[in-house]
């Protein structure tokens, strides 16, 4: 059976950082696509980043580019969310989804697997 497990999440100051991490177990991590996807409260869930297979190549919403890294390490089947300069508008529930097509997409239909998340909250 194959399990996403998320963690890091934590309340950080507005400006701080965080490092997300999730570990997957059940399956090859090293061939599925990973992604990060956050819903806010009262808000539909969204994409923030992915990391394809096998060029590792990545993907980001506009409104995290330059502030977020997503980076996998395929020796521990885990991947990671670093986020910098956080802001109010970055909480949300963060969740980290595979995809066994290895593309790395934007849309949450491609991701076959979720974990159940990890809340980020951003205070003033």
């Known amino acids: 059976q194959v399990q996403l497990v998320e963690s890091g999440g934590g309340l950080v100051q507005a400006g701080g950082s965080l490092r997300l991490s999730c570990v997957s177990s059940g399956r090859t991590f090293s061939t599925d696509a990973m992604g990060w996807f956050r819903q806010a409260p009262g808000k539909e869930r969204e994409f923030v980043a992915a990391?394809?297979?096998?060029?590792?190549?990545?993907n980001y919403k506009d409104a995290v580019r330059g502030r977020f890294t997503i980076s996998r390490d395929n020796s521990k089947n885990t991947v990671y969310l670093q986020m910098n300069s956080l802001k109010l508008e970055d909480t949300a529930i963060y969740y980290c989804?595979?995809?066994?097509?290895?593309?790395?997409?934007?849309?949450?239909?491609?991701?076959?697997?979720w974990g159940q998340g990890t809340q980020v909250t951003v205070v003033s």
């Open positions: 990391i394809g297979w096998p060029g590792g190549n990545t």
């Open positions: 989804a595979a995809d066994d097509h290895g593309l790395g997409s934007p849309l949450e239909v491609k991701y076959d697997v």
